[in-house]
């Protein structure tokens, strides 16, 4: 009885991860990555992301490989997204039985996109009270 909540919380999880609508809209990614899992050591993995824009979260689902116990760990979590990296916590089970689930923490390199609007740039904007201060336009 003590394994239903986190078999259910790891279910619900990965669960609400695939079937949010923003991960269906947004630009989804994958990195390596490398991961303190508590409890049992260092692990490297490999990691997909809900969506790659830079300076936002996004939800993840992996799989390590704990050096420890020399087995795979399939994990879902939430990472952030900066320019060119992630840093991300995580829940992963070991044994396919669902007796050992363990949290963990990763970093790891991303491509990641600037979450700016792409278009023309330069002085001014699209408001017609917008500009460079000696930009006469700007004053009509």
Do not use: H
Request: aromatic share 8%; proline share 7%.
């Amino acid at each position: 009885m003590a394994l239903e909540f986190p078999k259910r919380l790891l279910c619900s999880t990965a669960a609400a991860a695939l079937i949010s609508p923003g991960i269906a809209l947004a630009d989804p990614t994958a990195s390596i990555n490398l991961s303190w899992v508590f409890g049992e050591g260092v692990a490297i993995g490999v990691k997909a992301f809900s969506n790659d824009e830079s300076g936002e979260a996004a939800a993840t689902i992996g799989l390590d490989y704990l050096f420890s116990a020399q087995q795979l760990r399939p994990n879902v979590g939430v990472a952030y997204i900066d320019d060119d990296f992630f840093i991300g916590a995580d829940i992963g089970m070991l044994n396919t039985d669902w007796s050992s689930f363990n949290f963990g923490i990763g970093v790891g390199p991303v491509d990641s996109q600037n979450g700016a609007p792409s278009g023309p740039g330069g002085p001014g904007g699209s408001d017609p009270g917008e500009g460079s201060p000696g930009d006469a336009t700007a004053l009509r």
